[in-house]
C-alpha cells in the first residue's frame, strides 16, 4: 500500500503556483523564438524547392523535352 511522503497543503501552496506561473513565462518567449525558426527555416527550403522547380522547367521548356 502506498502512502503520501508530502502533505496536500505544499502541493497547492502559493508559492509554488507563482514559481510555476514564473517557469512558463520564462519558457514562452523560448518556444516562441523556437516555432520563428522553424517557421523561417522550413519557408527558405520551400523557396530554394521552388527556385529549382523553375529553374528546371525552363531548362526543359527550352529543349523541348
Given amino acids: 500500500?502506498?502512502?503520501?511522503?508530502?502533505s496536500e497543503d505544499s502541493i497547492h501552496s502559493p508559492e509554488?503556483?507563482?514559481i510555476?506561473?514564473?517557469a512558463t513565462?520564462?519558457?514562452l518567449p523560448t518556444v516562441r523564438q523556437f516555432c520563428f525558426g522553424a517557421l523561417a527555416?522550413?519557408?527558405a527550403g520551400g523557396l530554394l524547392v521552388g527556385l529549382i522547380a523553375?529553374?528546371?522547367?525552363i531548362y526543359f521548356s527550352?529543349?523541348?523535352y
Avoid: P
Fill in 1 to 6: 500500500m502506498s502512502t503520501l511522503t508530502h
Fill in 16 to 18: 509554488r503556483r507563482t
Fill in 54 to 57: 523553375l529553374r528546371t522547367a
Fill in 25 to 27: 513565462r520564462i519558457h
Fill in 62 to 64: 527550352r529543349f523541348h
Fill in 20 to 22: 510555476k506561473t514564473g
Fill in 41 to 43: 527555416i522550413l519557408s
